[in-house]
DNA sequence: TAAATAGTGTCTATCAGACAATATCGT
DNA sequence: ACGATATTGTCTGATAGACACTATTTA
């Protein structure tokens, strides 16, 4: 076996979005070895002269194989040692984002890699220590979630509280048996008045019923 | 300039400690250049033969440099980018640890570094980017105290409520003249009957006083 | 007016801070 | 008993969940 004398060092995105049922994640095939077939969280090797943190190395990647664009990029940790990469000793910084599913769909075709969303909770056997780095990503999501940080980043750009609950509550099942369900009354009382949301005057939700009010993420949103 | 193909990689450590009047950060007096004179946290380059993951690197730069074995090391995140380090393209990631002063005064003669406790609210100009790092750490382990978790590692292995008490309000003093001042009967229910201590039967404090009850972490805490 | 959902009001359990009251030691 | 600190009790305000009630739309 090749040692090296420098290791790998890489940045690895969990994007999360949301489905019709659940959580999903954004994984992409493996083309090559090493674990080649297998499902893994899109990442990049680090180019020195290319990007000028780790973050823009995160950002390279989701670009360059899917065509994507995040608003923000949360570091979560590194993930080292000798023995996850079979190659060579390396050095991998996992970052998680959200993104509306239909705009990853809108601009992938760029790319010819293979991905595809899985939920976020069953993805089956991932490469690496993927599989570790999900598990954290999610769960530190999820607390975010938890502490009531509204996930606007999934919102499209106008949205109800209504639909932000069912997100949330989207987000916080962690199996497709237990349905989650927040409370209405609580969950208005605490994203009506926040600082995170503004409330678009004279633009309700139509329907055959009470129009709810719309809101879109403040200027001031900082996930 | 000379541009290397692969980075720097390193671990970098802010331990802190508790004076008579504040929490103190520990910093080494660079020898060489870049940045030589000046302050900065302790740290190690990695070596991938040497160390199976970087926190194994950061506690070699804690052994190494100051004799130290610290009971955990906490990953807080990495830094990375080709300007922060004038040499190279550079990657370093921050763990952060808690210590008893007297630990390290103990074993530190091995080695002839020079190194110093500093006021972490003031510890003057830091090299490369440690400032911003020391920053980091020290808000971490704010709101970890705040959030109700103690800093049991800081104390003796005995302690009594007071004086976990009284280390508190030192990390959370932020400059000398502001006193931060816990109340004795929440701080009590707080953590009298918490799983992550355990009461030394018929050991109490003495003194002209009512003798206080001391308590030693228990086996399942993790900070 | 019915159906459906939006938004509000109210009750209650919990928790934490403030602060008073009581307990237990050495002297 | 006194001084000093430990420990417990009580009050109060903030908060969040549970859940019922009112409001507003279309059909």
Not at 6 to 11: F, T
Not at 46 to 70: C, F, H, I, M, N
Not at 139 to 166: C, D, G, I, N
């Amino acid at each position: 076996m090749i040692k090296h004398l420098y290791p790998l060092i890489s940045a690895d995105v969990a994007l999360f979005s949301i489905s019709d049922t659940s959580l999903q994640v954004l994984l992409v095939q493996r083309a090559t070895p090493p674990h080649k077939g297998l499902w893994a969280l899109p990442g990049a090797i680090l180019k020195p002269d290319e990007d000028v943190d780790l973050e823009a190395t995160a950002r390279r990647a989701l670009r360059s194989k899917l065509g994507v664009e995040v608003p923000y990029l949360k570091q979560e940790r590194a993930f080292s040692g000798a023995e996850r990469d079979p190659r060579d000793w390396s050095l991998s910084v996992l970052y998680w984002a959200l993104l509306p599913r239909h705009q990853v769909h809108a601009v992938a075709g760029s790319r010819v890699k293979k991905f595809e969303w899985f939920n976020a909770d069953a993805p089956g056997a991932l490469a690496f220590d993927h599989a570790e780095q999900l598990g954290l990503a999610r769960s530190a999501l999820r607390e975010r979630v938890k502490s009531h940080s509204p996930p606007l980043h999934l919102m499209e750009e106008k949205f109800t509280l209504r639909q932000l609950k069912t997100v949330c509550e989207k987000i916080l099942r962690t199996n497709p048996d237990d349905e989650i369900v927040l409370d209405k009354g609580a969950f208005h009382r605490r994203f009506a008045k926040s600082p995170d949301l503004v409330a678009v005057l004279g633009d309700k939700e139509e329907g055959p019923r009470r129009p709810a009010q719309r809101y879109r993420a403040s200027s001031t949103f900082r996930f």
